[in-house]
């Protein structure tokens, strides 16, 4: 226990990341890069564009994957734990809350659009991070070329989550045979693999199941919880792309699929959201900050709605807890086996490679969300699509010749919001 109180900075940290990183995963590397490289020196750059690449790989929130690795680096598995817990538990109650209000959102109309300029600034911090991934990594011939290619690819793309993980492998297999040996490199030293987390991982998934078929078969009178976890676990042990894919399966699982006709026609008991109830969430849940996936808090609630407070919280607990565990098993199990890999020579020069596509990934994605705020900006009016893009170069040249925290650009960005 004392070895935590140690910690206590870093956990601050992490909450004031938790409460401020706005604008998804897009802008999440960008503000850990700022925070936990630059100010607090918790991991170096090269350490959390591995950690990045690596989680890019895993199916689950990525960002979330990402900081919960920097908690482990930091302080072992309890602190990756605590680390995972202060993420993702303000976007949790957020979302959670908001299924208690939701009418209320709906029907009210506001006259400042506080957010803005969230997006816009999102992309700065990614720019921000896409350059100095460059400077850091691409340093010969056969880099450029991968990172040409895979921003190509990538952007043309962009809309199947498969391709990221394609990507990545297909560097790391370029450079893996055209790289040379590096014989300066320093021994990696081996790293125990913790075989639980896998086996909890895949029980929990084969019980959850059995269970929910069983609860759905039997109506039981307490099944939608076991409908609910069992949903959410999968979706979390399933699902490349982040929220942008995670969102649309949600939507047809629980809007488009219980409006079937060949589920009306069976009078199936099936859990169903109303439409416009999941497009609002979908909508608030880019707008405030922490992670996507931590819309699954906001769903659990509506689906809990009409069964009483007490239970519509545990719908909000269910939600949080199905989608996030996976990803916290899956990244705590998988990156010992990551890390002993660095010690294969040919594995080595794929990590080259892999990064180098992770670069490419990140110009990319600034492209190709600028030229959406771009046509954005030009149907609202000319002038909105000016500010994005001076939002987007102020963000980018605040984080490069400033000492501004990450926190303080976010809130002047929706400050900016709420004057224009």
Known sequence: MLKLFRHIPFLKAVFLHSITAFGGPQGHLGMMMKTFVDRRRDVTEKELLDFNAFCQLLPGASSTQTLTLIGYKRGGIVLAIITLVIWILPASFLMGGLSFVIRYFEQRETEHNLFRFIQPMAVGFLAFAAFRAFTLIVRNRTARIIVVTAMLVTYLFFNNPVIFPVVLILGGLMTSFTEKEDKDRQPVPYRPIKWGNIVIFLGILLVSGILSETSRKQEWPNRKSFNLFENFYRFGSIVFGGGDVLIPMMYEQYVVRPNAERVLQKKKNVIRVEADD??????????????????????????????????????????????????????????PVWHNLH???????????????????????????????????IVEGRAISFLNMGVIAGTFVMLMFSRLPAPVIALACLLLGWIF
């Not at 809990?304 to 407070?309: A, L, P, Q, S």
């Not at 098993?329 to 990156?335: D, P, R, S």
């Not at 594995?347 to 959406?372: E, H, P």
């Open 278 to 335: 999941f497009l609002t969430g979908a909508g608030i849940v880019r707008a405030i900050p922490g992670p996507v996936f931590s819309i699954a808090s906001f769903t659990g609630g509506l689906v809990m709605k009409n069964e009483g407070k007490s239970r519509q919280i545990m719908g909000c607990i269910i939600g949080a807890v199905g989608i996030f565990l996976p990803s916290a098993l899956l990244v705590l199990f998988f990156f």
């Open 343 to 377: 010690r294969y020579e040919g594995i080595y020069r794929a990590l080259k490679g892999i990064n180098a596509a992770v670069v490419g990934i990140m110009i990319a994605s600034t492209i190709y969300l600028t030229r959406d705020l771009s046509l954005a900006g």
